[in-house]
């Protein structure tokens, strides 16, 4: 056993390997969180079948409200896959030690995101099985032109480079090598960058719709990278606490700090943004306000979205409040709760709170309800499982070689 | 153990008794085989070509799979896809339709223009267009839709889309919207696919087949203009508009995005699109916007004529006006 730890297997065979063993050990609350996860997705699966049978009539978006809780759900998540820069970026070019322990981990986690919003698009697509069309050179891809196109290519790249960087750290560290710098820095700079791209792209899919005065708004890209901030490291926060309490890999407490300032920045801008927009909707409500009136207090006794968005600024602004203040500095007891209200607050009104008033009321003045089915839920369900279980699987394996690399 | 090279029943079952089941079924099953064969063979040649076509129909839905974009098709490829589109309608549900792939005419824009003050509301365009176009009646898909209006007003917002009485009423106007085949499309620029684009003659069209139904063309169109098929859409075959064009009328499918075309399946052959034959009023002109005597010229030049939305600069080819 002593040989085994000191000398560890060496390889890209053995690798894998080491990777299927960690993932199929555990004990049995972890199996039955991974049972749990894969009966989620079984559902999702059962479901998305139905629709691609009958077709997207299956869920309960129509011509009004042509978008609906997948879109929603991929918005989000593109923001929380941005967010994994907010600690590349001090990890690699500042050189801060305590976060450079658990960049990876934030790196993981914006791979599980990217791979659901690639699920969310694909279980929008009304013909998935043309997808093919996009592929440049068997099919045609319009670009530059639309933007739905550059998302595309942001969303695939940004996925390789966070797949890329870690694997080849973590890879170098199961080989008991100190990974080469100057290899990976240039990819560390582009993901970087491209970070911000995913997420500014995201909000111009919307922004540049002169259609839908809600979205025409120049401060959806900024406002974007806000609230995707404070999101996103928010819901890391949370893994760290998961991974803290649950592994023996231990998070110091001042990653934990960090990330709470950084929430805690984010959050306060994404607020003061969020005011701008209230201000410039509610002080002289124009026609092009109306999709903010349904929004906030309903149109025509159409007030589905009311109490989300309610809830959502509730939620955001109490989630702010705790973590500016940080209530039990030396007692993290807040940071939990308080982290799971801001990321919750934030997926309703950057999900269904920025989708649907969009496209309600119509161009053609019409009011429609939207709720999603069950089919809808249930897919949404399955692919936020599928995420998860992605991550987990990832996770596992990553910090028992970072460990490992550790002690040697 | 030694398997008997001759499969032969007869010979196994004398040498080993205990094997007769094994026997039995493998004898079954090269019993069912060749009745299987004599079937179809009988079918095949006598009562139906029903187990021929299935192979054919799957032959033909595998090359339809695989055609690129209309726009980027030879002719000799246009031919082939409409051939095979033509002949699975006949598979499928048993019609015979003629699809066209005509190109657009030489030094023709079409334009439109709707008589505000003449129509009456009586919805006549609506349902020759459903029938003309082929749209599923299991939703009650429309083109058209025509807006009740209070005096007063004059965007389709404020009137009411849903009307179900006796027309016209008293001291109310009608407005009818439809796609606007814009002359700058918001639509056209948001397609990731090039699926939807603006023919030489002004026409905005759909690949249906090529459209992978992302819907991002329908969250740009700022005049609702497009109709996603969110089922297959139901056309009972009676009803069928039998004249079709690749880029008009032929039949969606779910998962497709579709849209007034104009009816270029009659327009480009000289004929007025169904709407405008329709109308019992004579509120809709349609015509060439490069031919100087054609009448929607003449709406132009002596009609006070509006547009909407014309701050978005989308260059609409549809004018509203008032006699």
């Known amino acids: ?408 | 153990m030694k398997q008997p090279k001759n499969n032969d029943c007869q010979n196994q079952k004398e040498n080993k008794p205990g094997r007769t089941k094994k026997c039995g079924r493998r004898d079954f099953l090269k019993g069912a085989a060749k009745v299987a064969a004599m079937g179809s063979f009988a079918m095949v040649s006598g009562c139906g070509s029903e187990l021929l076509a299935s192979g054919e129909k799957r032959k033909l839905q595998w090359e339809e799979f695989f055609k690129t974009n209309y726009r980027i098709m030879t002719q000799q490829e246009k031919d082939a896809t409409i051939a095979r589109l033509e002949r699975l309608a006949k598979i499928k549900k048993d019609v015979n339709i003629q699809m066209s792939s005509k190109a657009p005419i030489p030094g023709v824009l079409y334009g439109y223009a709707f008589n505000v003050t003449r129509c009456e509301g009586f919805m006549e365009c609506v349902s020759a267009c459903v029938k003309e176009n082929n749209l599923d009646r299991k939703s009650k898909t429309q083109y058209i839709r025509i807006f009740e209006m209070e005096p007063g007003k004059m965007a389709p917002e404020s009137g009411n889309g849903k009307y179900f009485h006796e027309v016209p009423v008293k001291d109310h106007f009608y407005m009818g919207v439809q796609c606007y085949h814009c002359d700058n499309p918001p639509c056209v620029k948001a397609c990731p696919t090039q699926a939807t684009w603006k023919e030489p003659d002004g026409i905005v069209v759909v690949d249906y087949n090529w459209c992978i139904g992302c819907r991002y063309c329908m969250a740009a169109c700022p005049y609702y203009g497009r109709r996603f098929n969110w089922h297959d859409p139901v056309v009972p075959v009676k009803e069928m508009t039998k004249k079709q064009h690749y880029l008009g009328n032929r039949m969606r499918a779910r998962g497709q995005m579709e849209k007034c075309t104009f009816c270029v399946q009659r327009t480009r052959e000289g004929r007025l699109p169904a709407c405008v034959e329709a109308c019992p009023t004579g509120s809709r002109v349609f015509g060439n916007l490069l031919d100087p005597k054609s009448e929607i010229r003449f709406v132009l030049k002596n009609k006070k004529v509006f547009r909407l939305k014309e701050e978005l600069a989308t260059d609409p080819k549809f004018w509203y006006f008032i006699d």
């Open chain 1, 1 to 408: 056993m002593t040989k085994k730890s000191s000398a560890p297997n060496r390889g890209f065979i053995s690798f894998i390997k080491d990777i299927i063993a960690w993932n199929l050990s555990g004990g049995i609350a972890y199996q039955l969180f991974l049972c749990i996860l894969l009966v989620l997705m079984m559902f999702g699966v059962y479901a998305y079948l139905i629709q691609f049978k009958v077709g997207l009539s299956a869920t309960n978006m129509s011509d009004i409200v042509s978008w609906g809780l997948y879109i929603s759900n991929f918005t989000f998540f593109v923001g929380v896959a941005a967010a994994a820069v907010m600690l590349i970026l001090p990890a690699y070019i500042f050189k801060d030690k305590d976060l450079h322990k658990v960049v990876i981990i934030g790196e993981v986690v914006a791979v599980g995101a990217l791979i659901m919003c690639l699920l969310f698009i694909i279980a929008d697509l009304g013909g998935p099985l043309n997808a093919w069309h996009l592929i440049p050179g068997i099919g045609i891809l319009n670009f530059p032109s639309s933007l739905l196109a550059w998302d595309i290519i942001v969303i695939n790249g940004y996925l390789a480079l966070n797949l890329l960087v870690p694997f080849y750290i973590v890879y170098s560290h199961y080989n008991n090598r100190e990974p080469d710098e100057k290899k990976y820095r240039p990819f560390i700079f582009l993901s970087i960058f491209w970070a911000f791209g995913i997420h500014l792209v995201t909000a111009f899919l919307y922004e540049g719709l002169p259609a839908r005065p809600f979205w025409n708004n120049p401060l959806m890209g900024p406002r974007f990278l806000a609230s995707a901030f404070a999101a996103g490291p928010a819901l890391i926060s949370v893994v760290l606490i998961i991974i803290h309490t649950a592994t023996t890999f231990k998070i110091d407490k001042q990653v934990f700090n960090k990330l709470r300032l950084i929430i805690v920045v984010s959050a306060i801008i994404n607020l003061i943004m969020l005011f701008s927009e209230v201000f410039k909707e509610f002080y002289f409500t124009t026609h092009h306000s109306l999709a903010a009136v349904y929004l906030y207090f309903g149109l025509d006794g159409h007030n589905a979205l009311v109490p989300w968005i309610w809830t959502a600024i509730t939620m955001n602004v109490f989630g702010t409040i705790i973590l500016a203040f940080n209530p039990g500095r030396k007692n993290p007891v807040f940071l939990l709760p308080a982290c799971i209200l801001l990321f919750l607050g934030i997926w309703i009104e950057k999900g269904i709170g920025l989708i649907i008033p969009g496209l309600v009321p119509s161009p053609l003045g019409e009011i429609v309800d939207y709720a999603p089915s069950w089919v809808e839920i249930s897919i949404t369900l399955g692919i936020l499982a599928f995420g998860i279980f992605v991550v987990t699987l990832l996770i596992k394996p990553a910090i028992i070689i970072e460990q490992r690399f550790e002690k040697v």
